[in-house]
């Protein structure tokens, strides 16, 4: 016999399994409804053998490559029975992850609270609030975890922590992850297996993605991560505790004050240090020659690869290297942009910026700093 209570609770339970069904429908068709994203070629002399591409993932509905992130944090979140129907979602984050939650938390009519640091500028504030979310202010940076977990348990709601479960989130073996795209994309290229993939490290989620897909396709292709000079995750990467200044990070996105959980290391080929300077003067070449305003990652991104070119071209090889836009250069306007804002953050950008353009006319890299070269990456992966 079934008791009227134990009828209700399996009716209760098919509610909500039917409202689950619904709200990964909805997730699934927004990427049904999306293209993939663009590899463009960037401009390299044709006869140096070395091909750079850039994967733009600046054109996600949300403008970055955390829509990517956010699609999976939700998927998790559902299949894992913590979100349901009115569920309160949170994130503590203060940049794209958190515009980008917000935008998938709105589709399934659910309330989203980022909780971010009281210093957050209102531009991102009022992304934020476009979206649809919500936005909870600390005053002290370093309690946005706590505060977040503890927000999201006062209201019985789900703390979709980003650093903890970025990793783990997303699909690494297929389905069209980042990896799996960019090796499609190479399909027709000279040379279609990718000798680097070069990546920066905020949650860690995308190298982690890209270090075990290449590893289950069985492909040579090799993980470098370059971090920025303010970041603890070379020196742990490196075992150099001293190649970490203890500040926070200049470039949005990447660099972190503490090795997050979801940091991979071990899938990580090689790993070096990038100046802010280098990234900033990268970044605004790279608007300079192709026409696309990009965001400061992304300068971190090519200078790295430009490295990496110069090395092949100092050994002789041939092949490509991939690397990332990671997001556009509008959120940026105010600061990698402005030179009022760089001067005040004592960077000076001009010995980098001859650097690179010399680089790309004459295949010769000198040092910023000595004006000697070629210079190439500082290399520890000997120790990997
Ligand atoms: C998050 C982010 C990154 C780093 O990606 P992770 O997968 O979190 O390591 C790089 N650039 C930008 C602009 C980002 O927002």
Redesign the pocket.
Known sequence: MITAVAFTRRHDRQDARAWTIEAIRRIEADANRSADTHLHVFPLPPQWGVDLYLKDESVHPTG???HR?ARSLFLYGLCSGWIREGTTVVEASS???AVSEAYFARFLDLPFVAVMPAATSQEKIALIEAQGGSCHLVADPTTVYDRARQLAADRDGHYLD?FTY?ERATDWLGNNNIAESIFEQMALERHRVPTWIV?????????ATIGRHVRHRRSTTRLCVVDPEHSVFYASWASDPAAFTGRPSRI???GRQRVEP?FVPDVIDRMFQVPDAASIATMRVVRQLTGRSV????GTNVWGSLMLVAEMLSRGERGSIVT?I??GGERYRATYYDDAWVRRQDLELAAYTDAVLTFLDTGVLADPVTGEGTVSAPDRSAVR
């Open positions: 970055s490559l955390k992130l940049g794209s992850t980003q970025a990546v920066g490290a905020g949650t860690g989620g995308t190298s949005e996105g990447i979801s965001g400061g990652s992304t990332l990671c997001d």
